[in-house]
């Protein structure tokens, strides 16, 4: 009988109380803050993160896992007796941790040629960011958990990547001008008018599908375009952030647009409050 150990960077935002049991072990980024290094996850919540960014000199910066990093990694899983090991990265077109990933795959197994044919390891590249893709990773392990296979599993993954759309908005965008999200004349733009722009992630690639004027259009024009896009009766996810009124405009906005309440509504974490703000309000769907 295989076993079946899943892995995840904390880009995927799965909220901690979700993980105690669910057989998912976290990557945990780490952030420096004004020469202070933290793991993204692990040394505090959402929330306290906020406030770190908010007395912070300089915005924080994030580095990717290494390839070393993951060799580690697979040595572990191995030494547990893994048979099948599924990690799902962040979106490959951000960050080139899903490349150390694969490239580590031939150096663990270049140095442990027995695991050749006890371990197999499934790099799966998201193409996104939070829990759009760690929303897929705890149902799959779920799945596993009800006597789903290692492949039924990560189908059950790719079907879902295949499909999801995040939506999401930072209420303001110096964050997004530095990590290049949007353009520096867009952001100083942008603020001057108080023009939001709802982004999204086609494919990996960042793209603004609609600019907004005013906190008050915001979130009906985002839920205008999930109503359209969504497929009827799947789950959908509330991404919240510091903004409290944004949080609670969406939380009552969304039941009445979609018909029904979200599976989950959330805070983001440290690695994606870095490149976007923390003050953001979003949603992640599956698409027709």
């Excluded at 705890?138 to 958990?145: D, S």
């Excluded at 009124?245 to 309440?261: I, K, Q, T, Y």
């Amino acid at each position: 009988m295989a076993t079946i150990k899943f892995l995840i960077d904390s880009s995927a935002d799965i909220p901690a109380d979700l993980l105690a049991g669910s057989g998912i072990e976290v990557l945990h980024f780490p952030i420096v803050v004004d020469d202070h290094e933290y793991f993204d996850g692990q040394d505090f919540t959402p929330q306290e993160f906020y406030k770190i960014l908010a007395q912070a000199q300089s915005i924080p910066t994030h580095a990717q896992l290494t390839s070393f990093f993951f060799v580690e990694q697979y040595e572990k899983a191995f030494s547990e007796g893994c048979s099948e090991l599924i990690y799902t990265s962040i979106n490959s077109k951000g960050s080139a941790t899903n490349q150390n990933a694969n490239q580590a795959i031939g150096m663990f197994y270049d140095e442990h040629p027995e695991a050749r044919d006890k371990m197999r390891i499934t790099v799966i590249d998201s193409k996104t960011y939070t829990m759009a893709y760690g929303y897929i990773v705890l149902k799959a392990a779920e799945a596993v958990k009800n006597g789903a296979t290692a492949d039924e599993a990560i189908a059950m993954i790719h079907d879902w990547l295949d499909h999801v759309c995040i939506l999401f908005t930072p209420y303001d965008l110096k964050y997004a001008k530095k990590s290049g999200r949007v353009s520096a004349a867009a952001a100083v733009l942008g603020d001057v008018l108080g023009i939001h722009p709802i982004m999204s992630f086609p494919d990996g690639d960042s793209k603004v599908l609609s600019k907004v004027r005013g906190d008050k259009a915001l979130i009906p024009a985002m839920l205008k375009l999930a109503k359209k896009d969504r497929k009827p009766g799947t789950p959908y996810l509330h991404i919240k952030g510091s903004y409290d009124v944004w949080n609670e405009e969406m939380a009552a906005a969304c039941v009445e647009a979609l018909g029904d309440a979200p599976a989950l509504s959330y805070y983001i974490g440290g690695t994606i409050s870095i490149n976007a703000g923390p003050n953001v309000t979003g949603l992640v769907y599956y698409k027709e």
